[in-house]
């Protein structure tokens, strides 16, 4: 056998260390290593300090009797989640550069006794590491602020023929150096990342996404921007197609088929959760059925299914595209409660009186076979014709029994308009406007809301776990704003008061002006918390509900499908076992039922995300919309005031934007953050929310949905990105009386 090289004396380096533990046939202490090479006196000291630094590096670990190799992971180091399996956390180290083509190590995450926000994929933590049998494991220390690693821009190429990324996003306006094009060219969307620790060594092309302003690619921004999952994996495709072969057995389950159940939905609407009946039960009230989609028939606890619905806890809808929950063979056929089918269903049997009072319910598992599927707009001409079959009339009755009972609870009533995209054949943008609300939408919206406070006080009775959708009231902090908001337009709002939403109802009901109460409207709405899940019921403040949950839409939402297997196990609805190769239970997993808490914190995030990317692709598709009329001038009116200028919308078609106060004219402008007025030193010229305002558009990117206006008559003083404004332009323009048509007043530029 060969001798081991003998180690050359004096201080070794790291290499020289590790190489040495691993050939050591002994325990190697920092005594064993510093009589190998021949260490005394300073040196010793010196090793002592080498061996702390590696072990902080994780190379080795930080025991002083006997030192090991640690693979580089630091006993504590930053992490990056990358998968949430089953409610258990598994991250890589953010930092992975090892001597070899090793991959990083997964480490799962001990999160016991860890409070806060669950985690989910893309968060980073501090953490300490350990290494444990043949893996590795780390307890959080802290959750650490995002990191922008993963850029999305538009390439750029300048006239040296230098790459820049242009970024997607309002809130960056500098262009970064591309230092490794990867194959990209000028106009391309791509993804790319820093190509090192300092920003002067630039970002380097990782991906290739096409053209930013094709058809579809709006949402495609907002998808790879917030990390959207939008590809299901193989084995998640085939246990879907495994489950969309489960017999429907009608044991167990009601028959329903013979009811004239019917679905109202939107008219291009892919998957239908729910459908509706009622009939008059001869005592002045009705008996009703809300069917829904028995999605934990098909989609098992546990199953790969389900692990892919619970990560993406939403399906997104995007003007040109859905990023479903399901895959599409559940979503938009097995699972969709299509006309003239038999499909299966959760039944939810109510008994309303005639004062519209849910008197008692009913949770079964039925066979449903929906009679027609009808788009809001016909059910409701229809019935604004007297065209509308029994079953319709029926329904708009057994409404008009449920609308009492909303009227006297007082829910928040606010109608605020809503933005719709209408594309054509071809992708492109055929119109833009605001949703007309109908009764139609208002007798879906009030049989689901029955249904939801049936399964939530079902649940309760059988005090079993819920999965709450909670409201909670306004903040005493956001309160005292919307006072001093109020105070602006000289109404009075008091604190002592309790709080309650018919509170802000008679608030609104006071204002006779319609551009007032379109403000104060907005105003209410901001000064709203946040809806989200959870398993402690707190109540539902903005449908004056006490106890609320989400039943009904199981197709789309991960809440609802948790609600229905709650049901399961509290009713005894489980069915009999479906094919071997798939979980036997459809009721809650005993991890669900400990877990609730997290699993609650993290389809509520999602719901989050999915908002947050469906509104910025709206703006997207909007400021597209619009760059076709840059130089126009729009009637807009003021919706926020900051020291740096105003945001401005158009009105009757959205699409809010930046109004910079180096526009404004050529005196000082002073921003008075309480009164939400910008005023113009010399002149005393006011400008606040709620001014209805003549403003030419005079920037819309489609790329960062981000618009800006200029005054009237300040035409030209914005110039696209990139170009340097005038030094100084002088010139009169504009500043309008609250709620009204503004009058031509000298302004200035802020120096």
Same mark, same amino acid.
């Given at each position: 056998?060969?001798?081991?090289?003998?180690?050359?004396?004096?201080?070794?380096?790291?290499?020289?260390?590790?190489?040495?533990?691993?050939?050591?046939?002994?325990?190697?202490?920092?005594?064993?290593?510093?009589?190998?090479?021949?260490?005394?006196?300073?040196?010793k000291i010196q090793l002592k300090a080498l061996l702390k630094d590696m072990a902080e590096e994780g190379l080795i670990d930080g025991n002083r009797t006997a030192?090991?190799?640690?693979?580089?992971?630091?006993?504590?180091?930053?992490?990056?989640?990358?998968?949430?399996?089953?409610?258990?956390?598994?991250?890589?180290?953010?930092?992975?550069?090892?001597?070899?083509?090793?991959?990083?190590?997964?480490?799962?995450?001990?999160?016991?006794?860890?409070?806060?926000?669950?985690?989910r994929v893309g968060d980073r933590v501090l953490a300490r590491t350990e290494e444990a049998g043949k893996g590795w494991i780390a307890h959080p220390m802290k959750t650490l602020p995002a990191q922008e690693d993963q850029l999305m821009g538009v390439v750029e190429i300048d006239g040296a023929g230098k790459?820049?990324?242009?970024?997607?996003?309002?809130?960056?306006?500098?262009?970064?150096?591309?230092?490794?094009?990867?194959?990209?060219?000028?106009?391309?969307?791509?993804?790319?990342?820093?190509?090192?620790?300092?920003?002067?060594?630039?970002?380097?092309?990782?991906?290739?996404?096409?053209?930013?302003?094709?058809?579809?690619?709006?949402?495609?921004?907002?998808?790879?921007?917030?990390?959207?999952?939008?590809?299901?994996?193989?084995?998640?495709?085939?246990?879907?197609?495994?489950?969309?072969?489960?017999?429907?057995?009608?044991?167990?389950?009601?028959?329903?088929?013979?009811?004239?159940?019917?679905?109202?939905?939107?008219?291009?609407?892919?998957?239908?959760?729910?459908?509706?009946?009622?009939?008059?039960?001869?005592?002045?009230?009705?008996?009703?059925?809300?069917?829904?989609?028995?999605?934990?028939?098909?989609?098992?606890?546990?199953?790969?299914?389900?692990?892919?619905?619970?990560?993406?806890?939403?399906?997104?809808?995007?003007?040109?595209?859905?990023? #479903?929950?399901?895959? &599409?063979? !559940?979503? @938009?056929?097995?699972?969709? %409660?299509?006309?003239? *089918?038999?499909?299966? $269903?959760?039944?939810?049997?109510?008994?309303?009186?005639?004062?519209?009072?849910?008197?008692?319910?009913?949770?079964?598992?039925?066979?449903?076979?929906?009679?027609?599927?009808?788009?809001?707009?016909?059910?409701?001409?229809?019935?604004?014709?007297?065209?509308?079959?029994?079953?319709?009339?029926?329904?708009?009755?057994?409404?008009?029994?449920?609308?009492?009972?909303?009227?006297?609870?007082?829910?928040?009533?606010?109608?605020?308009?809503?933005?719709?995209?209408?594309?054509?054949?071809?992708?492109?943008?055929?119109?833009?406007?605001?949703?007309?609300?109908?009764?139609?939408?208002?007798?879906?919206?009030?049989?689901?809301?029955?249904?939801?406070?049936?399964?939530?006080?079902?649940?309760?009775?059988?005090?079993?776990?819920?999965?709450?959708?909670?409201?909670? #009231?306004?903040?005493? &902090?956001? !309160?005292? @704003?919307?006072?001093?908001? %109020?105070?602006?337009? *000289?109404?009075?709002? $008091?604190?002592?008061?309790?709080?309650?939403?018919?509170?802000?109802?008679?608030?609104?009901?006071?204002?006779?002006?319609?551009?007032?109460?379109?403000?104060?409207?907005?105003?209410?709405?901001?000064?709203?918390?946040?809806?989200?899940?959870?398993?402690?019921?707190?109540?539902?403040?903005?449908?004056?509900?006490?106890?609320?949950?989400?039943?009904?839409?199981?197709?789309?939402?991960?809440?609802?499908?948790?609600?229905?297997?709650?049901?399961?196990?509290?009713?005894?609805?489980?069915?009999?076992?479906?094919?071997?190769?798939?979980?036997?239970?459809?009721?809650?997993?005993?991890?669900?039922?400990?877990?609730?808490?997290?699993?609650?914190?993290?389809?509520?995030?999602?719901?989050?995300?999915?908002?947050?990317?469906?509104?910025?692709?709206?703006?997207?598709?909007?400021?597209?919309?619009?760059?076709?009329?840059?130089?126009?001038?729009?009637?807009?009116?003021?919706?926020?005031?900051?020291?740096?200028?105003?945001?401005?919308?158009?009105?009757?078609?959205?699409?809010?934007?930046?109004?910079?106060?180096?526009?404004?004219?050529?005196?000082?402008?002073?921003?008075?953050?309480?009164?939400?007025?910008?005023?113009?030193?010399?002149?005393?010229?006011?400008?606040?929310?709620?001014?209805?305002?003549?403003?030419?558009?005079?920037?819309?990117?489609?790329?960062?949905?981000?618009?800006?206006?200029?005054?009237?008559?300040?035409?030209?003083?914005?110039?696209?990105?990139?170009?340097?404004?005038?030094?100084?332009?002088?010139?009169?323009?504009?500043?309008?009386?609250?709620?009204?048509?503004?009058?031509?007043?000298?302004?200035?530029?802020?120096?």
């Open positions: 056998m060969p001798r081991k090289p003998k180690p050359v004396p004096g201080l070794p380096n790291r290499q020289q260390v590790l190489d040495f533990i691993a050939s050591s046939e002994v325990p190697a202490g920092k005594r064993e290593i510093a009589r190998a090479f021949g260490l005394k006196g300073q040196e030192f090991h190799r640690m693979g580089g992971v630091p006993k504590v180091t930053v992490l990056r989640v990358v998968e949430i399996d089953e409610g258990e956390a598994f991250a890589i180290p953010e930092s992975w550069q090892p001597d070899d083509a090793t991959p990083p190590p997964r480490l799962r995450l001990i999160e016991k006794g860890r409070k806060g926000p669950a985690l790459g820049w990324l242009a970024p997607v996003s309002k809130r960056e306006r500098n262009s970064a150096p591309i230092s490794d094009l990867g194959g990209a060219e000028a106009g391309q969307l791509v993804l790319a990342e820093p190509a090192g620790r300092s920003p002067r060594a630039g970002v380097k092309v990782t991906a290739i996404l096409g053209d930013p302003l094709a058809p579809r690619a709006f949402s495609l921004i907002a998808i790879h921007k917030h990390g959207i999952p939008f590809a299901f994996t193989p084995e998640t495709l085939q246990e879907a197609d495994l489950s969309a072969k489960l017999p429907v057995s009608e044991d167990k389950r009601e028959d329903l088929r013979a009811l004239p159940i019917v679905a109202i939905d939107p008219s291009d609407a892919r998957d239908h959760d729910d459908a509706i009946w009622a009939e008059p039960d001869g005592q002045g009230g009705f008996r009703a059925l809300v069917a829904i989609a028995d999605v934990s028939f098909y989609v098992r606890p546990g199953s790969a299914l389900d692990r892919e619905a619970r990560k993406r806890g939403n399906s997104v809808y995007f003007p040109d595209r859905v990023v #479903p929950m399901l895959p &599409e063979v !559940l979503s @938009a056929d097995v699972c969709s %409660l299509r006309a003239g *089918e038999p499909r299966a $269903a959760m039944a939810c049997h109510l008994e309303i009186d005639a004062n519209g009072r849910v008197t008692a319910w009913r949770f079964t598992r039925a066979v449903v076979q929906i009679q027609e599927v009808i788009a809001y707009e016909e059910a409701q001409r229809r019935i604004d014709v007297g065209e509308a079959a029994d079953n319709l009339t029926n329904l708009w009755a057994a409404w008009r029994a449920l609308e009492k009972a909303r009227d006297d609870r007082d829910p928040l009533a606010l109608e605020l308009p809503e933005r719709r995209v209408v594309l054509d054949a071809n992708g492109k943008i055929a119109e833009i406007a605001v949703r007309e609300r109908l009764d139609a939408h208002r007798v879906i919206e009030d049989f689901m809301i029955a249904a939801n406070v049936a399964a939530a006080k079902a649940l309760e009775a059988k005090v079993a776990p819920v999965v709450y959708r909670i409201h909670e #009231p306004p903040s005493r &902090e956001k !309160l005292v @704003a919307l006072k001093d908001y %109020l105070a602006t337009f *000289e109404r009075k709002f $008091a604190l002592g008061q309790v709080i309650t939403p018919s509170l802000f109802n008679r608030l609104l009901k006071d204002i006779s002006d319609e551009s007032e109460k379109a403000l104060i409207m907005e105003a209410v709405l901001r000064s709203q918390t946040q809806a989200y899940y959870g398993p402690r019921n707190a109540g539902h403040f903005g449908l004056s509900l006490g106890s609320y949950a989400h039943f009904t839409s199981p197709i789309r939402r991960y809440a609802d499908l948790l609600v229905h297997r709650a049901l399961v196990d509290a009713y005894g609805l489980e069915q009999p076992r479906p094919k071997a190769d798939l979980p036997p239970t459809s009721g809650l997993s005993d991890r669900d039922r400990s877990d609730l808490g997290r699993v609650s914190e993290a389809i509520s995030a999602a719901e989050r995300r999915a908002m947050e990317a469906e509104r910025e692709t709206i703006d997207r598709y909007v400021a597209a919309w619009l760059s076709a009329r840059v130089g126009e001038v729009f009637t807009t009116r003021v919706t926020g005031v900051q020291r740096f200028g105003l945001f401005a919308t158009i009105i009757g078609l959205g699409g809010d934007g930046l109004v910079p106060i180096s526009v404004l004219g050529d005196e000082r402008f002073f921003h008075d953050e309480r009164a939400q007025v910008l005023r113009g030193e010399s002149s005393g010229t006011t400008f606040a929310m709620g001014d209805v305002l003549q403003l030419r558009l005079a920037e819309a990117n489609p790329l960062t949905g981000a618009l800006k206006f200029e005054p009237e008559d300040a035409q030209g003083r914005i110039e696209p990105r990139g170009k340097p404004l005038p030094l100084k332009q002088k010139g009169k323009h504009l500043a309008g009386k609250r709620g009204r048509p503004g009058n031509i007043r000298h302004q200035g530029r802020r120096r």
